[in-house]
Antibody, heavy 123, light 108 residues
Framework: EVHLLESGGGLVQPGGSLRVSCAAS????????MSWVRQAPGKGLEWVST????????YYADSVKGRFTISRDNSKNTLYLQMNSLRAEDTAAYYC????????????????WGQGTLVTVSS | DIQMTQSPSSLSASVGDRVTITCRAS??????LNWYQQKPGKAPKLLIY???SLQSGVPSRFSGSGSGTDFTLTISSLQPEDFASYYC??????????FGGGTKVEIK
């Protein structure tokens, strides 16, 4: 059974940094691209970033490009999102998500989601 | 970037009703359209992929149709557990992986 467990969320001041993690189990982690999707309180879903199975290809939403870094450790079955220069508008639940392909491509979709970790950016 | 527009943004319906949610893409996305369900406080769940393919384990009362720019998600007979928010998502042109704004299905 696929299981994704996020951790590392919390309260951080504007301009600060935070790293959230996602521990994966139940599938061959390195064989699938992984994504982060966020949801601000009371709002819809917003894709943040995707990384290929090997970690060699990464994509970012314009809203986080240059501030966030996605990475993965396939030996630990863990996905990361390093968030720097945080802003109030980054406040959201951050979901770890498993893609159906190893490299992001046309037709991909997310088949499993974690329960999310809440990041609050406030002074 | 491709924009996804859902309508309505919310609706009220009764148990047993037939419910239809629409998703429109700003340009043709062939059949690269997926639907997710999200219950309050929970993670999203995949319902439909490639416009009309039912994800394993999803009840057959859910169905998807459409191609090009216009798509629909239909719930043939609304059940109490179906009250939730629903999101469409395109995967024709990535990145970004864009979602629609969501449709909240509430109890009448």
């Amino acid at each position: 059974e696929v299981h994704l467990l996020e951790s590392g969320g919390g309260l951080v001041q504007p301009g600060g940094s935070l790293r959230v993690s996602c521990a994966a189990s139940g599938f061959t982690f390195s064989s699938y691209a992984m994504s982060w999707v966020r949801q601000a309180p009371g709002k819809g879903l917003e894709w943040v970033s995707t990384i290929s199975g090997s970690g060699g290809t990464t994509y970012y939403a314009d809203s986080v490009k240059g501030r966030f870094t996605i990475s993965r450790d396939n030996s630990k079955n863990t996905l990361y999102l390093q968030m720097n220069s945080l802003r109030a508008e980054d406040t959201a639940a951050y979901y770890c998500a498993k893609d159906i392909v190893v490299v992001p491509a046309m037709g991909t979709y997310i088949d499993y989601w974690g329960q999310g970790t809440l990041v609050t950016v406030s002074s | 970037d491709i924009q996804m527009t859902q309508s309505p943004s919310s609706l009220s319906a009764s148990v047993g009703d037939r419910v239809t949610i629409t998703c429109r893409a700003s340009q043709s996305i062939s059949s690269y359209l997926n639907w997710y369900q999200q219950k309050p406080g929970k993670a999203p769940k995949l319902l439909i992929y490639a416009a009309s393919s039912l994800q394993s384990g999803v009840p057959s009362r859910f169905s998807g149709s459409g191609s090009g720019t216009d798509f629909t998600l239909t719930i043939s007979s609304l059940q109490p557990e179906d009250f939730a928010s629903y999101y469409c998502q395109q995967s024709y042109s990535i990145p970004p992986l864009t979602f629609g704004g969501g449709t909240k299905v509430e109890i009448k």
